[in-house]
C-alpha cells in the first residue's frame, strides 16, 4: 500500500500485535520507512510460556482473549476502556481470534517468539520510539542495538493501552520524539 500510494518516509506507529507487524515491515523495507513508534509490543515472549497460552487460545479463543486482557490494565486505565474491549473481543469471530494469535506466536513465522524475534528485529535499521507499561519487556528491546535516535521509554503505573490511557501524553512524547529526527537521511 506504502508503494502503491507513492508515499516515501513513513512513519509507522503500531501498537501490540501491530507493533510486531510494523517492526517486521521496518526490518523487511526499511527504504520504505522513515521511523517507528511501537506501543508496548509483546515480541518478548518465551516459547515455554506460550505453550500453555496457545492451548488454551485453540480450547476457547474467547475466553482466552478476556484472560489475556484482563493483565492489560494499570492504575491509569480509564474505567470504560476495559468494558470496550470485552465487547470487541467478544464481537469477533473466534476464528479470527485464535488466527490472529496464534499467527504471531506459534510456528515458524510467530514473531512474537522471542527465539524467532531475535535475530529478525536486529535487521530494523529505522528510528524507532518505543513506550513500554514495564521494564522486563523494555530490556528486551533494549537489546538490540541502537542508534542515536532511538528511544525507549517505561511508563510505569500504565497498562498495555497507552496511546488510550494517556493519549496527551502519547501525543506530546511522540511528537518530541520525531521533531528530533532529521528530516533526510535518517538510519542508525
Request: aromatic share 22%; hydrophobic share 40%; proline share 11%.
Given at each position: 500500500m506504502i508503494e502503491d500510494l507513492g508515499l516515501r518516509d513513513v512513519v509507522i506507529i503500531g501498537h501490540s500485535l501491530g507493533a510486531i507487524v510494523a517492526s517486521a515491515l521496518a526490518a523487511d523495507h526499511a527504504d520504505l520507512v522513515r521511523a517507528l513508534v511501537l506501543v508496548d509490543p509483546p515480541y518478548s515472549y518465551d516459547d515455554e510460556m506460550m505453550r500453555p497460552a496457545l492451548e488454551a487460545l485453540r480450547a476457547d479463543p474467547h475466553g482466552f482473549a478476556s484472560k489475556a486482557f484482563g493483565y492489560f490494565y494499570g492504575g491509569a486505565t480509564p474505567a470504560w476502556l476495559p468494558t470496550w474491549h470485552r465487547r470487541r473481543v467478544l464481537s469477533t469471530a473466534a476464528e479470527v481470534v485464535e488466527g490472529t494469535f496464534a499467527g504471531l506466536y506459534d510456528g515458524d513465522e510467530g514473531l512474537g517468539r522471542r527465539a524467532l524475534s531475535q535475530d529478525y528485529l536486529r535487521r530494523r535499521n529505522v528510528?524507532?520510539?518505543?513506550?513500554?507499561?514495564?521494564?522486563?519487556?523494555?530490556?528486551?528491546?533494549?537489546?538490540?542495538?541502537h542508534g542515536p535516535h532511538d528511544q525507549i521509554a517505561v511508563w510505569d503505573g500504565y497498562g498495555h493501552f497507552l496511546h488510550l490511557e494517556a493519549p496527551e501524553r502519547f501525543a506530546a512524547a511522540t511528537r518530541a520524539w520525531l521533531d528530533q529526527l532529521p528530516t533526510t537521511g535518517v538510519s542508525r
Open positions: 528510528p524507532t520510539f518505543a513506550a513500554y507499561a514495564a521494564a522486563g519487556p523494555a530490556e528486551y528491546e533494549e537489546s538490540f542495538s
